[in-house]
C-alpha cells in the first residue's frame, strides 16, 4: 500500500482525484486560450555568454511569432536566485547570498533588452509571490499525501561541523563513474543524483574527505506519477528529445525526489502547526525555481489585470466554465496553452519532476517543451574557465546589432541541434542571408519605388505574388506550431529570395519608359514582397523589421501586426529609404577570432586546465555551462591507435539511404525497426534510436547506411545494415547536397 493510499484512508478521503492530462488544446496555434511562454531560468551566478543567450531569444521569437499569428500570449522568466552555487560564492566575497543574486538579477535586466527579448515580465525566486506560492504548493502535495520523510545518508563534514548539501560534494557517479558534484552526474551521464549518492565523497569547503551520516530529509512521491508521467508524454509537443528522453526514466522505474536540503539560503520548509521536522531545512532550488514560471505570469496579470491577461485562466484552468458547460472537454479548452523552452541539460526536470509536481497540486500542465542544443565555440566546447565564449557584454561592445545575433541563433540549424559559433560562420550568414538577400532586396526595391513613384505604385499586387506571400503566411503558421524558429527565419528569407528573383527576372528599369504599367506593377509587387518579408521577419530581428515598418512609413509597431497584414497594401507614399544591414569585412573577423584565441591563451596559460567551468558560471537553469564539457576532447573517446589501410575503408560499402518507416521494437526499450530505400531497394534496419529520435518524424529522413553489414537478429527482427550516427545523442549522419539514394560514400 503506497503512502497516498493510506493518507487518502487516514483522512477520509480518496487515493486519487480524476487526472487531467487534457488541459492541452493540442489546437493549431491561434487558439482562443491564454499562451504562456517561458524559458529556463539564468541562475544570478555571473556574467551572460551566447551560450545562455540562445535559449532567451529562441523563446522570445517563439513568443512573438505566436503573437503574429494572433494568439494571446506572455513571455515571462525570472532569475534563480537559490542554490548552492550562490551561497558559496557569496561566502567567498564576504557578502550576504541576497544581495549577490540581486546583483546578478539587476544585471539580467538590463542585459536581456539589450537582445530585444522583451519579458511580459521578469521576476525572481526569493520575491514574496515566488516563496508564499511554493510553499502553498508544498503544502498541497503534502495535504495530497505526496510528501513524506525518510532516513537518508547526507554527506557530512567534520572539520567543519556541518552537512553538505549539493555543490559542497564532489565525487564519483555511482552509475558511469565519472566525476559528479552533489545533484548531477555533469561530467559522465548528467543524471540527477540524490544526496547520498555520490561515491568517494570530499567536501569542497576544506577538500577533506566527507563522511555520510543520518538525517531526515523530505521526500515528493515521484514514483506514484508514473502512469500520469507516460501519458503527459504521448501528449507533450515540442522537440523529440524532450518527449523521449524521459521515458528510459520511467521505463528504470522513478525514484522519489528528496525535496529539501540543509542550508540556510533558500526558502522555507513550510511546516504545519503540529510539525517541528523542517524548521531547519530549506526546500531544493529545483523546487522553487520552476514555481517562478507561475508566480512571473501572476505578477504580470496582477501588473496588467486580470480583464487584460488571466494568470489562474493558464495555470489553473476555468472550473467554472466546465461546470456550466457540464465537461471535462469544456475545462481542457479554458486553460492555457503553456510552453517551456529550456535547456538540453535540465529535460529531466521538466518533463519529470515539474509536470508531477503540477499534477499533483491541481495545476495545468505544459503543453509543449522544447529544449535547445549546446553551443560550441569554434567547433570547441563552450569553456567559461578557459575564457572561449562570446560574451553578451562582449558582442555588443563590438558595435554589432543585436538583431544579426538573433538571427545568426534561430536560423543555423533546429532547436534541438547544437550550433557551432564562429566569426567566420557568422560573418558568412550575416553578409550572405541578412546583407545579401534581405537587406539588398529592401533597399534597391523601396528605393527604386521611392525614385520613380514617390512611394508604392497605385495598383494592385499581381495574382502571383499574392499567391507567393500566401505561400509564405502559411509555412510560418507551420512552422510555429512546429516550434521551428529557423523554419520562421526561413520563410521570411525565402519569401526575399523570390522577391530578388522577380525583380530581376522582370527588369523594371528597362520597363519605366515603354512599358510605363507592367514596370509599377512590378514595384508594386516588390514593395508588397518587402512589406510582408519584415512582418515575417519580426520575430527574429524585430529592429531591423520595425526599422523597415518606419521606412515604409507605416503607423504604430510592426510588433502589434499580424501575418495577415502581410497582405495589406503599403502606405502610398513614403521618404527615400536607406540600407538596414551592413556588411562584416574581413578584416573584423580576422582582429575578433585573433581577440578570441588571445583570451584562450591567456586563460590556459593561467593555469586553467579544465572545462568544468567556474562557480560563478554554474548554472541549475540553463543549458549554456553544460555546454562547455560536451565537445571538448576531454569528453570524447580517445581515438583508436591502430590503423586500417585504404584498402581495408573500401571494403566498407556505405550509401546514402532515406528512412521511409519507424517504429518501435516491442519489448525492446531502445530498439526501433526502419525501413531504408538506398536506391537498389529497401532494407529493413534496426536501429538504438527509440528513445532519442521521435519515430513520427523520422520519414523522409536522409542518413548514411553501412549496407554490407552482416545481418543480424535482435529481438525476433532481422536487421540488415546499420545506420550511423554520432554521440550519446544518436546525431543521424547524413548529406549536405543533393546526392543521390543509393550513391556510395568514399
Not at 24 to 45: I, Q, R, W
Not at 262 to 277: A, H, L, V
Not at 582 to 589: A, P, T
Request: glycine share 10%.
Amino acid at each position: 500500500m503506497t503512502r497516498a493510499v493510506r493518507r487518502a484512508i487516514e483522512t477520509g478521503g480518496f487515493y486519487a482525484r480524476e487526472r487531467n492530462v487534457t488541459t492541452m488544446s493540442h489546437e493549431d496555434f491561434p487558439t482562443e486560450n491564454p499562451a504562456v511562454v517561458t524559458c529556463g531560468l539564468p541562475y544570478a551566478n555571473g556574467d551572460l555568454h551566447i551560450g545562455h543567450l540562445r535559449g532567451y531569444i529562441g523563446a522570445d521569437a517563439f513568443s512573438r511569432a505566436l503573437e503574429t499569428l494572433g494568439q494571446e500570449t506572455a513571455y515571462v522568466c525570472g532569475s534563480d536566485m537559490h542554490g548552492t552555487p550562490v551561497a558559496v560564492n557569496a561566502e567567498q566575497q564576504g557578502v550576504d547570498p541576497a544581495d549577490f543574486a540581486l546583483d546578478w538579477h539587476e544585471q539580467y535586466e538590463e542585459t536581456f533588452p539589450k537582445f530585444n527579448v522583451d519579458f511580459d515580465n521578469y521576476g525572481h525566486t526569493h520575491d514574496e509571490t515566488n516563496t508564499e506560492l511554493t510553499q502553498e504548493i508544498v503544502r498541497t502535495l503534502d495535504d495530497e499525501g505526496y510528501i513524506y520523510e525518510k532516513e537518508i545518508q547526507v554527506a557530512y563534514d567534520p572539520d567543519a561541523d556541518q552537512y553538505l548539501p549539493d555543490r559542497y560534494v564532489e565525487g564519483t557517479c555511482p552509475y558511469c563513474g565519472e566525476k559528479a558534484r552533489g545533484d548531477e552526474c555533469d561530467e559522465g551521464c548528467q543524471r540527477h543524483l540524490e544526496p547520498g549518492e555520490v561515491e568517494d565523497p570530499t567536501s569542497t569547503i576544506t577538500g577533506n574527505p566527507a563522511e555520510y551520516r543520518e538525517r531526515t530529509h523530505k521526500f515528493f512521491e515521484v514514483s506514484e506519477f508514473s502512469d500520469f508521467l507516460t501519458e503527459f508524454l504521448d501528449g507533450l509537443e515540442g522537440t523529440s528529445n524532450a518527449r523521449n528522453q524521459p521515458r528510459q526514466w520511467i521505463e528504470d522505474g522513478l525514484q522519489d525526489w528528496c525535496i529539501t536540503r540543509d542550508m540556510d539560503w533558500g526558502i522555507d520548509y513550510p511546516n504545519g502547526d503540529d510539525d517541528t521536522e523542517g524548521d531547519d531545512l530549506v526546500l531544493y532550488v529545483w523546487v522553487d525555481a520552476p514555481v517562478e514560471y507561475i508566480s512571473s505570469t501572476k505578477q504580470y496579470s496582477e501588473r496588467v489585470g486580470k480583464d487584460e491577461y488571466d494568470w489562474e485562466q493558464v495555470w489553473k484552468g476555468d472550473v467554472s466554465a466546465s461546470e456550466a458547460s457540464g465537461g471535462s472537454e469544456a475545462h481542457g479548452s479554458s486553460g492555457g496553452e503553456i510552453m517551456h523552452v529550456i535547456g538540453r541539460d535540465i529535460i529531466q526536470h521538466h518533463t519529470i519532476f515539474w509536470p508531477a509536481m503540477l499534477e499533483g497540486a491541481g495545476y495545468n500542465k505544459p503543453r509543449g517543451i522544447a529544449a535547445t542544443g549546446f553551443i560550441t565555440i569554434n567547433g570547441k566546447g563552450l569553456s567559461t574557465s578557459r575564457n572561449r565564449a562570446i560574451w553578451a557584454k562582449e558582442y555588443l561592445d563590438e558595435g554589432f546589432h543585436p538583431d544579426l545575433l538573433r538571427y545568426y541563433l534561430t536560423t543555423t540549424g533546429g532547436l534541438q541541434q547544437d550550433v557551432d559559433f564562429s566569426w567566420d560562420a557568422f560573418q558568412e550568414k550575416v553578409n550572405g542571408e541578412l546583407v545579401g538577400t534581405v537587406g539588398n532586396f529592401w533597399y534597391r526595391s523601396l528605393l527604386f519605388a521611392y525614385r520613380n513613384y514617390e512611394g508604392t505604385p497605385d495598383t494592385d499586387i499581381s495574382a502571383e505574388v499574392e499567391e507567393r506571400i500566401e505561400g509564405a503566411i502559411g509555412d510560418v503558421r507551420e512552422n510555429v506550431n512546429d516550434y521551428s524558429m529557423r523554419g520562421v527565419g526561413g520563410a521570411a528569407t525565402q519569401l526575399a529570395q523570390f522577391g530578388n528573383e522577380y525583380i530581376q527576372r522582370n527588369e523594371p528599369w528597362k520597363l519605366t519608359d515603354d512599358e510605363p504599367e507592367e514596370a509599377a506593377q512590378v514595384i508594386r509587387d516588390c514593395v508588397q514582397i518587402a512589406k510582408a518579408v519584415g512582418v515575417l521577419l519580426e520575430p527574429i530581428a524585430p529592429d531591423k523589421a520595425q526599422a523597415l515598418w518606419e521606412q515604409l512609413g507605416e503607423d504604430g509597431e510592426i510588433a502589434d501586426a499580424h501575418l495577415e497584414d502581410a497582405l495589406e497594401a503599403p502606405p502610398r507614399t513614403f521618404d527615400e529609404p536607406g540600407e538596414l544591414f551592413g556588411k562584416i569585412e574581413d578584416e573584423r573577423v580576422e582582429e575578433l577570432t585573433e581577440k578570441l584565441e588571445e583570451r584562450v591563451a591567456a586563460a590556459s596559460d593561467d593555469g586553467e586546465e579544465s572545462d568544468d567551468g567556474d562557480a560563478e558560471t554554474e548554472s541549475d537553469d540553463t543549458d549554456a555551462d553544460e555546454s562547455e564539457r560536451m565537445a571538448d576532447t576531454d569528453d570524447l573517446e580517445p581515438l583508436l591507435e591502430d590503423r586500417i589501410g585504404f584498402e581495408d575503408f573500401q571494403e566498407l560499402d556505405i550509401r546514402v539511404g532515406r528512412i521511409e518507416s519507424a517504429e518501435g521494437i516491442e519489448g525492446a526499450d531502445d530498439l526501433a525497426k526502419l525501413a531504408v530505400d538506398i536506391g537498389f531497394e529497401t532494407r529493413q534496419v534496426v536501429a538504438g534510436i527509440k528513445q532519442l529520435h521521435d519515430l513520427d518524424e523520422l520519414p523522409g529522413t536522409k542518413c548514411v547506411l553501412l549496407a554490407n553489414m552482416e545481418p543480424a537478429e535482435l529481438f525476433g527482427v532481422e536487421s540488415n545494415g546499420m545506420i550511423l550516427a554520432a554521440g550519446e545523442e544518436a546525431d543521424l549522419l547524413t548529406t549536405h547536397g543533393d546526392a543521390a539514394l543509393g550513391e556510395k560514400i568514399k
